[in-house]
């Protein structure tokens, strides 16, 4: 909640009107009035009285001890996204950066922040990147410290990417051994303690939520060891793994687009244009169908929310192809020209 908000909301809960709170603090009832509609600040030396006045503290006239839902989170990060997507990086960073110094004390709302735009960052080639990337690292550090340890974890490894991508590799070694080893799951011990007590629904999705999160981080890690064989030129090695990647988005109904990516990547490295386009292709008609997962018998437990994934996923893919140097060999194709018209509609 903003300055203005609160005073307002403790000023009627006080039962006083705008005349009587400028009267205690010896200033005038249109100096209250622009505080109340946001238009001017209260001084630093009157905030103290003010709080007093109010009936509260400091602390909760800035909003210090305000804290959000998870929802609230979600949304609140959700709404920056919109921004990037829709009028641009630049302002989506003001908002960003709006929002921190609204909940400064809401560090999983600084790192859900952080991680979006910096995102955006790569996606929409911002100018003058590095100055952006300064306050992101800085919001980073930031919360870093925080008592959450899954924020903590979330914030040391992108800036352990963050260091690593500017080949600081020490500092990022550093930071890295910061995140203590993983313990036993605790969503196996609930899934079983859900068996236990009969309430299989309960366990059942608990479990898929698992399957579903395991097979997207091995089909990551299957990639990861491809793009690796490709920086080596090792393509009859890439050629086995991709084949994997491809048969584990098969199996776990990860869908089209993410089952084509393999062949991509290599196709790229051997400036193949046709199976360069091949892919491409399917990756492009794969979008419609990138939230199907929600649908598969092997997560028919999960209560999934309605999700508008494929339209950011277009808008990233149309983006990525657009800005990637190594697509330049084929920018020039009919059938490259076809995909893009078809990522615009």
């Known amino acids: 909640m903003k300055i203005n908000e609160v005073i307002r909301k403790f000023r009627k809960e ?4 705008q005349e009587q709170v400028a009267n205690y603090l010896g200033v005038t009832a249109p100096a209250v009035n622009k505080w109340e ?14 709080a007093r006045v109010l009936k509260t503290n400091v602390d909760t006239l800035l909003s210090f001890n305000e804290e959000l839902t998870d929802i609230e989170i979600k949304q609140l990060a959700g709404n920056v996204a919109e921004l990037a997507q829709k009028e641009g990086f630049i302002k989506a960073f003001a908002r960003g950066e709006e929002l921190i110094k609204e909940y400064p004390n809401c560090d999983l709302l600084i790192v859900s922040i952080a991680q979006l735009l910096n995102m ?6 911002v100018e003058d990147a590095k100055h952006y990337e300064a306050k992101i690292i800085m919001w980073y550090e930031l919360v870093a410290t925080s008592a959450d340890q899954n924020v903590v974890s979330m914030a040391i490894v992108a800036l352990v990417n ?10 990022a070694q550093k930071l890295l051994d910061k995140i203590p080893p993983l313990g036993y799951d605790k969503q196996i011990t609930q899934a079983i303690l859900y068996t236990n007590q009969g309430k299989t629904d309960e366990a059942y999705e608990l479990y898929e ?3 579903y999160k395991d097979a997207n981080e ?6 990861l060891i491809l793009n ?17 990647a491809k048969q584990t988005a098969k199996l776990f109904d990860l869908g089209t687009y993410i ?27 794969g979008i419609d169908s990138i939230c199907d997962y929600m649908k598969s018998e092997l997560y028919s437990h999960i209560k999934f929310k309605e999700s508008s994934d494929s339209g950011m996923v277009q808008e990233m893919f149309k983006r990525g192809i657009e800005s990637d140097k190594e697509l330049e060999f084929l920018k020039g194709e009919v059938r490259f020209k076809s995909i893009m018209k078809s990522l615009s509609k």
């Open 120 to 125: 955006y960052i790569h996606i929409q080639g």
């Open 209 to 211: 939520r698992m399957l």
């Open 218 to 223: 091995i089909n990551s890690f299957i990639q």
């Open 37 to 50: 509609n946001g238009n001017s600040y209260p001084d630093i030396t009157i905030l103290s009285p003010l």
């Open 259 to 285: 089952e084509n990516t393999p062949d991509l990547f290599i196709a790229i490295a051997q400036k193949d244009k046709k199976r360069s386009l091949d892919s491409l292709e399917k990756m492009a008609s």
């Open 14 to 17: 006080a039962n006083l009107t």
């Open 228 to 244: 690796q064989l490709i920086k080596e030129a090792d393509y009859d090695k890439a050629e086995k793994y991709a084949n994997i």
């Open 162 to 171: 963050m260091y690593a991508a500017r080949k600081e590799y020490e500092k």
